[in-house]
């Protein structure tokens, strides 16, 4: 049991730390490219290299039947319709807002369980996600003043939000056999890449992307470290349990202020190091609950 607790929470940091970098990792590549191009360019990087470690070096099998449809709705909410605008939203709003954004889920993913997965929200889940808020909005308070976003660019962001909580919840509901989670990963990642693909070739303007050292470390990062670890890991903890596992989103912002403040040179202050505190404390409160 103590080592199971253990492996949560190493696993929630270590997603909550790569997918936090995600907004700044994509403000960098929005400065040499189109949000689409290194969109598609990271989802097809990413799937080719787990689809080839699944099944050429591990030789897991392939999906079948009706495991092909769950995997295309999970890429389509997952990749095409989150991540294809969460990319485009950045362009609108600072890396600040866009890692802020991610603390939304955890309130829709726990409401659309209730709706759809029959799941009752305890007292200390609700607790955990008081604490949760509480602390993200201690940590961005000193960003609202000076944060540079659009309306359109906060709409985007909304419906990408809604479309990845609808994933998570999704992803856990359906069973998928013996199916290995970095088949699932590659396969969604791909499909979800493909069809984004004619919207890229439509708007594609060859003088918006340059494809220098800018674009493929932001590529690069945005495949490896967050497409297959970060994904990976929150495939484990979606399996482990869904409400819960949207707890750890609330950590994401925090770290994107850190990640921010490192690489972009944003100013943190004592409201980022409280926020974490009161975040990691309503985590531990809301993991007491099965």
């Not at 360019?41 to 009706?66: C, D, E, W």
Request: aromatic residues 14%; contains cysteine.
């Amino acid at each position: 049991m103590i080592k199971k607790q253990y492996s949560w929470l190493v696993a929630g940091l270590i997603f909550a730390i790569f997918w936090a970098s995600a907004s700044t990792a994509t403000k960098i590549g929005l400065a040499v490219a189109q949000p689409l191009v290194i969109a598609v360019t990271r989802f097809g990087m990413a799937a080719i290299i787990m689809l080839f470690v699944s099944h050429f070096v591990q030789k897991n099998r392939l999906p079948k039947g009706k495991e092909w449809l769950q995997i295309s709705i999970y890429g389509i909410l997952n990749i095409s319709i989150y991540l294809g605008l969460y990319v485009v939203a950045m362009q609108k709003v600072t890396a600040g807002i866009g890692a802020l954004a991610v603390a939304i889920n955890p309130v829709f993913i726990s409401f659309f369980s209730v709706i759809f997965l029959n799941k009752k929200l305890t007292l200390a889940l609700l607790l955990g996600l008081m604490i949760c808020t509480l602390g993200v909005v201690c940590a961005a308070w000193p960003l609202f003043e000076n944060a540079s976003v659009t309306t359109e660019g906060l709409l985007i962001l909304l419906v990408s939000m809604l479309s990845y909580a609808l994933a998570a919840i999704y992803f856990s509901a359906k069973k998928w056999n013996d199916l290995s989670l970095l088949t699932i990963n590659g396969w969604q990642t791909c499909i979800g890449g493909l069809l984004l693909l004619p919207f890229v070739i439509f708007f594609y303007n060859d003088q918006l992307n340059h494809f220098d050292l800018k674009f493929w470390s932001s590529v690069t990062w945005l495949a490896i470290p967050v497409s297959i670890v970060a994904v990976q890991l929150w495939l484990w903890l979606l399996k482990t349990n869904a409400v819960k596992a949207g707890l750890w989103l609330f950590l994401c912002p925090l770290f994107g202020f850190i990640i921010a403040a490192i690489l972009a040179n944003e100013a943190i202050s004592l409201y980022t190091f409280i926020g974490v505190i009161l975040v990691l404390g309503g985590l531990f409160i809301a993991k007491k609950t099965n």
